[in-house]
């Protein structure tokens, strides 16, 4: 299972906690993770990617090992840590505004 | 006994004020959303119960909730805004052309008749609806017709935030949007007509008298006189006896032209209010008072309504959907502002007290009068 971390806002409105567990077959992208957290939690279409081009949101930033994968491609798979569940893959609002 | 349930949107929530009818008694629901920007919340006529809410973020993007229980409870329903086909392209602040692209709602306006169907106006501008309580939204492509490509960004965004359905004929409906004017369908929404002439905007478009491109801030109309519409212009406050063929400046007396909201008394055709804003440089009220403005003969003459509202050292705005009326005997008027206060008037605008004080930046204020 691959272990997502949800923004507060995001949580609030699927319904969650912080973190959720979903099922996500390989190889493990991040396209594949928002496309399995979107078939979990439909009301999050739209939230993390734009529902137009499906482009991440310009606010939105991924992390995960340490690294900010925000601006890798979708496509490229991920370390072997996230897809075997030791690792979170976090969505993170980008520190803005503040 | 009947009373008022007041719906707010602000910056950080939704917030739901409910009284009966002597509107002295308040009880605040809320944050709902907490945190989310909430453009709109609006109630459906023919069920009261019925309640639809923008809420949106710069980070999340948009969502829709809907409520079938007066707002106890909220479900999200369908956030997708898809533009039929290519949208093309509109004027972007520095006149060159920029792809259309879908930001947030700004208007839901419930069918007069059928809870729910529901019309959607939106930023980048366009009208979408749904006919299945929120499941799907589909667009009424025809309006981007109506010279689309000319329209351009307000200083918010060029965002649909006006929607007047017509009660004596459903095939007909009004739009304004920032900055590309008004708009009329007679044929349900397949053709749209810009109905901007008498429009002046001397400062905003190379040619002051364009037929689109006018920075429209709100519409009202009284339900009884469809035809008849009044305008809040970025500058100017106009009316029109013809369903928005011919407008004409009743700004009058006002001590600026400049503003955000109109609205129109629930028993009294001619009577409107407006809430003169200093100017376009400076967004907040004139001299540090309050006030707002009405005129019992359909505008030229206008009078200052203070009771009850601070008169020094005050510099709020009021936002475009941020007044309404409700339809008691005796006319409620409400409207709320940037510094986070809903204000009331019970007896038609002579006198107001604050229902609160403290909320977040308010952005929209709608009425609802419950049985």
């Given amino acids: ?65 340490g690294e900010d994968l925000s601006l890798e491609s979708m496509d490229q798979p991920l370390p072997e840590s996230i897809a075997n569940g030791s690792e979170r893959f976090m969505i993170v609002g980008a520190m803005a505004g503040g | 006994m009947s009373g008022v ?32 920007e909430i453009y709109h919340i609006n109630g459906s006529p023919a069920d009261p119960d019925r309640l639809y809410a923008s809420q949106s973020s710069g980070w999340f993007g948009q969502i829709i909730q809907r409520s079938i229980d007066g707002g106890k409870t909220w479900e999200p329903v369908d956030n997708k805004f898809a533009y039929e086909g290519n949208p093309g392209a509109h004027k972007t602040f520095d006149g060159t052309q920029q792809p259309w ?74 739009i304004a949007i920032s900055a590309a004017g008004a708009f009329r369908t007679d044929d349900g929404g397949e053709t749209w007509l810009p109905i ?35 305008m809040q212009k970025h500058w100017d406050v106009l009316r029109s006896d013809d369903a928005g063929g011919l407008w004409r400046e009743v700004s009058g007396n006002l001590p600026t032209d400049f503003g955000f909201p109109i609205a129109v008394h629930a028993h009294e055709p001619e009577t409107i209010y407006v809430v003169p804003i200093k100017s376009d440089s400076e967004h907040f009220v004139p001299d540090g008072k309050l006030r707002v403005y009405r005129s019992r ?39 709320g502002t940037t510094g986070g206060q809903v204000y009331a008037s019970a007896d038609s605008g002579d006198t107001w007290e604050p229902i609160v004080r403290d909320l977040p930046a308010v952005l929209s204020v709608e009425v609802q009068t419950l049985p």
Wanted: aromatic share 8%; net charge positive.
């Fill in chain 1, 1 to 65: 299972m691959i272990r997502v971390v949800l923004p507060f806002h995001l949580q609030q409105l699927a319904n969650t906690g912080r973190e959720v567990a979903i099922q996500v077959d390989r190889p493990v992208t991040q396209r594949s993770i928002l496309d399995a957290l979107e078939t979990r939690y439909p009301v999050l279409r739209g939230t993390v990617r734009d529902h137009a081009t499906q482009e991440r949101r310009a606010f939105i930033r991924f992390f995960a090992c």
């Fill in chain 2, 196 to 230: 901007n002439q008498g429009l002046k905007s001397n400062y905003e478009l190379p040619d002051p008298e364009a037929e689109v491109g006018h920075c429209v801030h709100n519409l009202a109309m009284h339900p009884s006189r469809p035809g008849v519409l009044f």
């Fill in chain 2, 101 to 174: 692209a879908f930001k947030r709602v700004w208007n839901l306006t419930p069918s007069l008749t059928d809870p729910d169907t529901v019309f959607a106006g939106v930023e980048d501008a366009a009208l979408f609806r749904t006919t299945d309580g929120g499941k799907s939204w589909q667009e009424l492509p025809g309006l981007r017709n109506a010279k689309g490509h000319l329209w351009q960004p307000g200083a918010v965004g060029m965002c649909l935030h006006t929607i007047l359905l017509d009660p004596s004929n459903p095939n007909r409906i009004f």
């Fill in chain 2, 5 to 36: 349930r007041v719906l707010v949107g602000t910056r950080k929530g939704a917030f739901i004020l409910t009284s009966n009818a002597k509107r002295k008694k308040w009880e605040v629901s809320g944050p709902h959303f907490a945190g989310w």
């Fill in chain 2, 297 to 335: 003969s359909g505008g030229d003459e206008w009078e200052a309504l203070t009771n009850g509202l601070p008169q020094s050292d005050c510099y709020v705005n009021v936002l475009r959907t941020a007044m309404a009326v409700d339809t008691l005997d005796s006319c409620g008027v409400y409207f």
